[in-house]
């Protein structure tokens, strides 16, 4: 399974981007969706993450500002990451994630940079 994100850039404080992670194959639903950052310098963290049930969970750090949904039209499955009201700290790079039973797949990232 391939994953690739898309949808990152350069914008300014304040506004909103939409983040894509389109899989080669159907990601069955009873595995969960998850999207992460990492920050210059920190550690991968998990910023959103749809449940097989359908819940979603979101850091504190990103609670309103995160909107993680998906899409199965077609033959693969579409993650979506829609992020508001960007500031500087949500700078990185934002990977894709899902399991299969083949193991864990990740994007390579999209960079997403906020200018003050």
């Known amino acids: 399974v391939q994953l690739v994100e898309s949808g990152g850039g350069l914008v300014q404080a304040g506004g909103s981007l939409r983040l894509s992670c389109v899989s080669s194959?159907?990601?069955?639903?009873?595995?969960?969706l998850s999207w992460y950052r990492q920050a210059p310098g920190q550690q991968r963290t998990l910023v959103a993450q749809?449940?097989?049930?359908?819940?979603?969970?979101?850091p504190d750090s990103v609670e309103g500002k995160f909107t993680i949904s998906k899409d199965n039209a077609g033959t693969g499955t579409t993650w979506y990451l829609q992020i508001n009201n960007l500031t500087p700290a949500d700078t990185g790079v934002y990977r894709c994630?899902?399991?299969?039973?083949?193991?864990?797949?990740w994007g390579p990232g999209t960079q997403v940079n906020v200018d003050s």
């Open positions: 994630a899902a399991p299969t039973s083949r193991g864990t797949h």
């Open positions: 749809l449940r097989p049930s359908g819940g979603t969970i979101y």
């Open positions: 194959e159907r990601i069955f639903g009873w595995y969960a």
